[in-house]
């Protein structure tokens, strides 16, 4: 069994954002050599996330209203956790929503998806530096 | 280590529709000849989940209104992503909630499941073909 | 390659609760000797989560608020479910939401977690013993 492990940094502009890392990862996977195998992608941070889903703005931004319909970032004293001066409980809740983790499969050394699957990043309390985790094992 | 991968093809009745996809997992699991390993189950379309839950056809209901009344399916204008010609953006949200995918242990050559534990394919924009991934790794 | 796998059992004293499994988990791995891995843990009844997040007791609670708004316990015959002499069709909805499963990196014989991360054993209709299961498949 082959294991190959990289972290991916994401600083994002906006507080909430959404970037496609499918080729970043598919680069992870090459770099690996594994042909037939799981790969991990997970965010490494409780405010954000990494899901599949299709590349399309539009679809984008009907997940971010949803989210924010769902757990408003405002009024920030509506989360307890916002009592030990964070403003994020909005983006602990959102995160969850959407999901820690995606695991892929890995079939003649290519992701086997479907036409329309990418890989997202999901922030929703960033503006610094943030980890996404990439583990790759296989044969 | 080993590995082997299927896919499974549902064409759904139902624009939404929750079916019982263990048996046919299972009969995966067995052709693998994995005893001790790990099996994804991956939605391979980015508008249906895999899920485990019970074989209760009451908590099945349940789950399409919960997720009708969070993401319904109308006003179809509600949803920016159907500005690209598309019906479907509620089906992307509810996949989400449902998740896309289940890792399931293999112990012993079987599913090392609690004793209610059924895997669905959840489908949220269906009447057309639709696949599912099996892979499993291990010895 | 090789395989452990261990079945922790908790018996929460609320019907909902939050319990941090994280360095129960820990031993497991460590007691497995797999240095580079996956290692998967899955609540192994449909009414109990494992989810990661911070070790923040408001934050929890938080949780808790966001799904019984989302899904709440009573009224009883709010769910079909019920119908069958249960009373926790909220609870399937609850786990649902935050997630059956967690699958972590292990690099060096240890989790390979972000500053926060902690495994959580969410619990929706408890007072009584229920298994979370941990597999980890590695070398």
Redesign the interface.
């Known amino acids: 069994?082959k294991?190959y492990?990289e972290h991916l940094t994401f600083t994002t502009k906006n507080r909430r954002d959404y970037i496609n890392i499918t080729n970043a990862v598919a680069d992870i996977v090459r770099k690996s050599g594994i042909r037939?195998?799981?790969c991990?992608v997970?965010?490494?941070?409780?405010t954000a996330s990494v899901?599949?889903?299709?590349n399309?703005s539009?679809?984008l931004?009907?997940?971010d209203d949803?989210l924010e319909a769902?757990?408003p970032h405002e009024p920030i004293n509506k989360?307890?956790?916002?009592?030990?001066g964070e403003d994020n409980?909005d983006a602990?809740?959102k995160?969850?929503?959407?999901?820690?983790?995606?695991?892929v499969?890995i079939?003649n050394g290519k992701f086997?998806?479907?036409?329309?699957?990418q890989i997202f990043y999901g922030e929703f309390d960033g503006q610094r530096p943030k980890?996404v985790?990439v583990?790759v094992?296989?044969?």
């Open positions: 069994m294991s492990t037939e195998g799981l991990l997970n965010a490494m941070h409780i899901f599949i889903n299709d399309e539009g679809l931004r009907d997940f949803f769902l757990a989360y307890r956790h916002n009592r030990t409980g602990h809740i995160r969850t929503i959407m999901g820690r983790e995606v695991v499969a079939t086997d998806f479907g036409p329309w699957e980890r985790l583990k094992i296989g044969e």
